[in-house]
């Protein structure tokens, strides 16, 4: 039996459409990673990035919903109009669900640094507890919004749009893998040299990481931290809220409740186990992510389905624990150095 | 006629605790000259300073730069006044490039981005200016400590500083590290550059400065050209009583020794040896004083007796016991106590109350449990008698401890660690910023220990304390014991001044004679 379960895990893995969802799936975990790692970058350990993403996808739904019904009017399917006007009610309903989803995320960022930085609360209370209410807030809003406590299915939501990739569509397995994916897959990938380029090029970046290091130099010589702590929560929010966003509406067009299902704590593991350096923290949310397609794909073996569940948090774990381990021997090789 | 850059007329500051920490202090600097600013701790060096550069607000007093008068409300206005400062805690960004440190809070940009070659050139300029050697594009955190300064030194001279002010800077370099900051320093006065220096080590006054200005427990003093006066005279100006107090006290009857220190070493996290090769012994009925300028040594000594810090080189011994490698409760276990200078980290837990505290070295014992659980009526019988014993004035035993006043907050303190019946007390600072009463009581109280036979050893920056107190003396300087004074009351002010400042040391025959067997 062993063989047989072997090759069948086999058969599964090799495939691309395992290749292509590791894609997919990592797709808001390396948004979530992005938004810790700005947060962290200046200092704050953001732990909302779970209940922001969750409020902003719900957000985005309710919203593309509203807009894409008042841009159709009275039309029906039947009305002779319908089909012209259509097009346009989803493209309109898309872009207003993703701005107001992105929006609802960077509030929630500053609100955060409003608490812990203005009113010097504790962090991670404040982070707790706006993942608490957005729990509650979500299933609350969402049965105001359709009626229902579990998912949004009465409400006719958009999806991005999906692209795709001339010529690189045509060439195969490599076609089959990369191209055909939802547009969020795609900004993504590119949302990782934008944050190395703002946090490691630009002068707000080094205040960010100036913040986070010692504020106390910072200030000496003129910076605003507080001013900068706001900026890098907002940052941290925008890139949530594209997570959030990318979850209720790329590959599925509704909200579910709890659907973030732990991405957000995820991706902070990602951005830790990266060092909240891009380049790492973008490795290790796909390697994240790759356990996490892994166990989707794995249930339908005779595996027990709690074994496979477990593994991207089992990763996470042994991931950290790798990285203590090495920083802890650099502190130590620094310390001899200096002592010679 | 030497230009005068910056008057400093008459500033009182009073802090809000009503702690009078300048009073009508003038501090006159011209341009292009090295000046000293000495004085003993607590003199009011770095609150002139802290006015100066807009970190603290003086109640009276005027500040004139370059004859105009000019108000300083924050560290910003001090830079655009053209006042630098180096600060002895550094303010850099260790995972940052020595250029990003330079240009933080002005970054020079390019496109939009920021222009990290530009800001090498600034730095790079400066470096070449100023000779100042550092790497521009080093990590700051990869540099030993001199770098890490000069790279201070560059952040505030590329703002413009003309006057830059120097926090003892040489209290955390190596000798080789200060001769090149000398160097460096004479350098930039040679360009035009003013510099206040803030010191008490007098051969370094001595060999850099031009004048200097000397502070006295929050007063101007005096001033001179360094010429002029010798080490023996600056040292007279710094140091002085200004009320002796009296303590009653008998001669002391020292038996055989408690406390063995032998050839002790302790080295810093950076590799730099803060106390280098110490023996002394303290006696059973005897109170050992350690006198010298805070920052010499004597700190680590009484952590490292007490277990709190772990050293490199020698042994300490209680009553024969090794103490290496032992935690610190079988440290006190030993019969040692310890009254931390650190009162609020070491001291006290501030936000349990009076009876947990004085418990807290012996909640575990076999006395104060019955059972699984404490004996709530013993120690509550032990805390009422210790505040009765102790004059602790508290509304009542749970009253938590960071709602009394210092000086009784320190009695809690004392309550604990005296009623132990230690066989070796650690007092380190035992009376400092406390009031005259609570003084007083614990002054009278380690004189009484003493007499019942504990060994004391008692470092103190105070020199009132320190001789009124001792039986014999030690002074530290810069790691080693300077001298040895068997009868603490044959010294006077000014040659105690002269041993601690490093302007006379003992033979080493004369300071081994504390190394009793």
């Known amino acids: ?340 | 006629m030497p230009e005068e850059i910056l008057l400093m007329d008459k500033i009182t500051k009073v802090y809000p605790n009503g702690f009078v920490a300048n009073k009508d202090v003038t501090l006159s600097i011209n341009k292009g000259e090295i000046h000293a600013l000495v004085g003993e701790n607590g003199a009011g060096k770095s609150t002139l300073m802290k006015v100066l550069f807009g970190i603290e607000q003086p109640e009276e007093g005027k500040i004139y730069i370059k004859g105009k008068e000019v108000k300083i409300n924050n560290p910003l206005e001090a830079i655009a006044n053209g006042v630098g400062m180096v600060h002895q805690h550094f303010m850099l960004v260790p995972s940052l490039t020595v250029a990003e440190n330079v240009v933080l809070g002005m970054e020079p940009k390019k496109n939009g981005l920021f222009d990290f070659e530009e800001a090498v050139r600034i730095t790079e300029e400066a470096v070449n200016k100023y000779n100042l050697k550092v790497s521009a594009r080093a990590k700051v955190e990869d540099l030993p400590v001199g770098f890490k300064q000069k790279v201070e030194i560059i952040k505030a001279l590329v703002r413009g500083a003309e006057i830059l002010i120097l926090d003892e800077p040489t209290a955390v370099l190596t000798p080789q590290e200060t001769a090149e900051l000398f160097v460096e320093l004479k350098h930039l006065r040679d360009q035009g550059h003013t510099i206040v220096f803030i010191s008490h080590k007098l051969n370094e006054i001595k060999e850099l400065c031009d004048r200097l200005t000397v502070l006295r427990l929050g007063k101007s003093v005096g001033k001179a050209i360094v010429a002029d006066v010798t080490e023996q005279e600056i040292s007279k100006m710094m140091v002085g009583r200004d009320v002796v107090l009296k303590v009653e006290k008998t001669k002391a009857e020292p038996k055989e020794t408690v406390l063995k220190v032998r050839d002790l070493r302790i080295a810093s996290d950076t590799g730099r040896t803060i106390v280098d090769n110490i023996s002394f012994s303290v006696r059973k009925g005897e109170i050992l004083g350690v006198a010298g300028v805070e920052g010499n040594g004597q700190s680590q000594i009484s952590e490292a007796i007490t277990g709190l810090l772990g050293f490199q080189n020698g042994s300490i011994t209680v009553n024969g016991v090794d103490v290496k490698g032992k935690s610190i409760r079988r440290i006190r276990e030993m019969g040692v106590s310890h009254v931390s200078e650190d009162r609020m980290t070491y001291g006290v837990a501030a936000t349990s109350g009076v009876k947990d505290n004085v418990i807290s070295d012996r909640y575990y014992k076999k006395e104060f449990n019955k059972g699984l659980l404490m004996d709530k009526k013993k120690i509550e019988d032990l805390s009422d008698r210790l505040i009765k014993e102790f004059l602790i004035k508290c509304d009542d035993r749970d009253r938590a401890v960071k709602m009394l006043s210092g000086g009784n907050m320190q009695k809690v303190v004392v309550a604990r660690e005296f009623s132990n019946n230690p066989k070796l007390v650690i007092a380190n600072q035992p009376t400092r910023g406390i009031d005259v009463g609570a003084t007083e009581f614990i002054r009278k109280r380690l004189v009484e220990l003493r007499d019942e036979g504990t060994a004391v050893l008692l470092i103190s920056a105070d020199l009132n304390e320190v001789l009124e107190l001792s039986d014999s003396l030690i002074v530290m300087n810069e790691g080693h014991i300077a001298a040895y004074i068997p009868d603490a009351s044959s010294i006077s002010d000014m040659e105690l001044g002269e041993y601690m400042l490093g302007v006379k040391k003992q033979t080493p025959e004369e300071i081994a004679r504390v190394a009793y067997d």
């Open chain 1, 1 to 340: 039996m062993g063989e047989g379960l072997f090759s069948q895990i086999f058969d599964l893995l090799f495939t691309t459409s395992f290749a292509a969802s590791i894609l997919r799936v990592t797709t808001p975990i390396l948004f979530a990673a992005l938004g810790g790692l700005i947060a962290r970058r200046c200092g704050i350990m953001n732990l909302a990035l779970e209940g922001m993403m969750l409020t902003s996808a719900l957000t985005g739904v309710v919203v593309s919903a509203f807009v894409r019904k008042a841009v159709l009017g009275d039309l029906m399917p039947a009305d002779a109009a319908y089909e012209a006007v259509s097009g346009r009610a989803v493209a309109a309903g898309a872009a207003a669900g993703f701005l107001a989803g992105v929006l609802c995320s960077v509030l929630m960022g500053l609100f955060l640094a409003y608490m812990a930085v203005q009113l010097k609360a504790n962090i991670y209370l404040s982070g707790l507890a706006i993942n608490t209410i957005s729990t509650g807030g979500t299933v609350f809003a969402l049965y105001l919004a359709a009626g229902e406590k579990g998912m949004s299915s009465s409400l006719n939501s958009c999806t991005m749009p999906v692209i795709d990739i001339p010529i690189i569509k045509d060439i195969p397995i490599i076609g089959e893998v990369i191209s055909g994916h939802n547009i969020m897959v795609y900004f993504a990938l590119l949302c990782v040299p934008l944050v190395y380029y703002i946090v490691m090029r630009t002068s707000t970046g080094l205040r960010i990481r100036a913040v986070g290091e010692n504020p106390n130099a910072a200030e000496s010589v003129g910076v605003n931290v507080k001013k900068v702590q706001f900026q890098a929560m907002a940052l941290s929010g925008l890139f949530c809220g594209f997570g959030g966003v990318s979850l209720s509406m790329g590959y599925v067009s509704f909200f579910s409740r709890g659907m973030t299902a732990g991405k957000g704590f995820i991706g902070m593991s990602a951005m830790n186990l990266g060092n909240a350096t891009p380049i790492g923290t973008t490795i290790a949310a796909f390697l994240f992510g790759m356990f996490d397609a892994m166990a989707n794909i794995l249930q339908s073996l005779s595996v027990p389905s709690q074994f496979i569940a477990s593994i991207p948090y089992v990763a996470t774990l042994i991931g950290l624990i790798v990285f203590a381990i090495q920083t802890d021997r650099k502190t130590k090789r620094l310390k001899e150095k200096h002592s010679k």
